[in-house]
Structure formats: structure tokens, C-alpha cells
């Protein structure tokens, strides 16, 4: 009698062909795969120059200068920290840029939310058009469009927001309230959820406000997860828009801030690191609180068709 194998034991046995016993036998003891052993030394690659930055941080100004780099330290000068954070005013820094940061997500989730649930359920005469519009956005440097921003947003800041101007940290949350890669995400993911919930609730006289905000956004929590960190980490790590509308020290952020204090401490490496690796951590925080919905969110909207 002749054995019939099945599609995964001839999967596994094609993929197995050609490598020695004892190689099988290894490779069947571990978890994932052997190709993956491959990304270690990635990581490792990857890992190196953040590594080399927290060293510096805690290293002596001639430990930092070194080359190659010096990564066992003789003394941990934790008082790198302290002194450069009374070297300027980083907590002024960290303050403007957490407003800047959570307005601008609060914005973006509530504005994009709206638009991408009316591209995705809304028919209306010139909808692709519209949309097709907001997609070729995304396709123009920001270095063509950022003198009209600076003029539409210093007209907007002296004529609607009661004179407030364009050096002002509303002039950095104002440009970015809303964004084309928002709404197409939302919009994507808007449209792989089923509309019998929604036509249900219609049904029973909700009105599209109510659907929107009792079925489609819970529904939706991943992408907003996602489209939140996203915006987050683009707001907190944004330098060139903060470097063309803002003057004053007050009013700075931490990347522009970051960039003045290396100005001032041109040797002082290693409380500029140390000001790095602090400018990081909200950001590390945010990446690990919402990483699990990256996945989920991202394969759910590229599921949908355009």
C-alpha cells in the first residue's frame, strides 16, 4: 500500500529536501525560523547608534569626543541630565511640544474621523474628484507649499485668532490639524467594516452623527490607535515648519530647541546627548503602548479598494 501525504506534510518536505539530519532536527527545535537568525546582526546594526547615544549621554566631555567611540565609560556622569536640564529650558521645551503634540492628535482624530466616514459612506457629485485631490497632496514637498502655509497661517493668526500672529505655538497645531494621510487611512479603514451595524442603527433612527459615534469609531479603535502614534510621533519630532514660524525662545519646541542648545554648547556633547535621549522617551512610550494595533489597523485598511 503507498502512503499518501498530505499538502502540508509534502509543503514541509519540499522545504526540508537537500538539508542534512542533523540540521533538521536543530532547526525543528526552534520557535521561528533559521532564516531569522539572519536579522540579528540587523538588529544589532540597528541598535548601535542609539546605544551610542545613551553611553555618550552618561560619559565625560573627553570620553564623548573619542573615536572610535567609547562605550564602557569609566564614570557614569548621571548629572548630565540635571545640567542640561538648567542648561536651557528644556521643561519650557517638553511643555510646548506636548501642547503642540495632543491638540494636534485631538485634531486629527476628530477632523479626519469626520472626512474619511463621508468619503467612505457619503455619495455626493464630485466625490472622487475631491478625494483624488486630497491624495495628490501628499505627492508635493512640503518645501513648495511651506511660504503659502507660512502667509495663510499668519493671516489666519492675525485676522481670526485675535491678532495672535504667526510666532505663536498655535501657528504649529493650526497647519497640521488635519491631514490628507489621515483621512485616506480612516477613509480605507472606514470602508472594510460591514454596513449592516450601520444600516441597523439607522433602522432604528440614529442619525449619521450617532452611528459614526457609537458604532463606527469603537469599531475602528485600532485605526485610531494607530493614526494617533502616527501623528504623535510627526508633531513631537516635526523641525522645519517650528524652525520657519517660531522666534522666540518661549515658544520653541523641543527638536528646535535641541537645535539652538547645540548652537550654544558646540563641546558640550554630552548634555546634548542627554537632551536627546529625554527628547526620546515620550516617543518610546507612545511606540510601545500602540504597537500592537499597527498590524491589525495597517492589514485591515489595505484590504479595501480605492
Not at 540597528?46 to 564602557?72: G, K, M, Q
Amino acid at each position: 500500500m503507498t502512503a499518501t501525504s498530505t499538502p502540508a506534510g509534502g509543503v514541509q518536505a519540499s522545504a526540508t529536501r537537500g538539508i542534512p539530519p542533523a540540521s533538521r532536527r536543530w532547526a525543528a527545535r526552534l520557535p521561528f525560523s533559521p532564516w531569522h537568525l539572519v536579522l540579528v546582526p540587523a538588529t544589532l546594526v540597528l541598535i548601535f547608534p542609539f546605544l551610542w547615544l545613551v553611553v555618550s549621554s552618561v560619559e565625560t566631555s573627553s570620553e564623548a569626543l573619542r573615536f572610535p567611540p567609547l562605550l564602557t565609560p569609566h564614570v557614569l556622569r548621571f548629572g548630565n541630565y540635571s545640567d542640561a536640564l538648567h542648561s536651557a529650558p528644556f521643561g519650557r521645551f517638553f511643555f510646548n511640544s506636548a501642547v503642540v503634540a495632543v491638540i494636534t492628535v485631538a485634531a486629527n482624530l476628530v477632523l479626519c474621523s469626520l472626512a474619511g466616514y463621508a468619503f467612505a459612506r457619503f455619495r455626493f457629485l464630485g466625490r472622487g474628484a475631491l478625494f483624488a485631490v486630497i491624495m495628490a497632496t501628499l505627492m508635493v514637498p512640503f518645501q513648495i507649499t511651506m511660504i503659502p502655509q507660512f502667509i495663510i497661517t499668519k493671516w489666519l493668526g492675525i485676522h481670526v485668532l485675535a491678532g495672535v500672529g504667526i510666532n505663536h505655538i498655535g501657528s504649529l497645531i493650526l497647519p497640521n490639524a488635519a491631514t490628507a494621510f489621515g483621512v485616506f487611512f480612516l477613509r480605507q479603514f472606514f470602508r472594510t467594516l460591514p454596513l449592516e451595524y450601520e444600516e441597523s442603527a439607522r433602522v432604528d433612527g440614529a442619525s449619521r452623527l450617532t452611528v459614526l459615534r457609537r458604532i463606527v469609531l469603537p469599531l475602528a479603535a485600532p485605526a485610531l490607535a494607530t493614526l494617533a502614534a502616527l501623528t504623535f510621533l510627526d508633531s513631537w519630532n516635526n523641525f522645519l515648519w517650528p524652525l520657519i514660524a517660531i522666534t522666540s525662545t518661549s515658544h520653541m519646541t523641543l527638536p528646535l530647541g535641541l537645535a539652538t542648545f547645540q548652537g550654544a554648547h558646540q563641546n558640550e556633547w554630552p548634555l546634548l546627548m542627554a537632551g536627546n535621549v529625554m527628547s526620546l522617551l515620550p516617543m518610546l512610550v507612545i511606540f510601545v503602548v500602540a504597537q500592537r494595533y499597527f498590524v491589525r489597523s495597517v492589514a485591515a485598511t489595505g484590504l479595501a479598494g480605492t
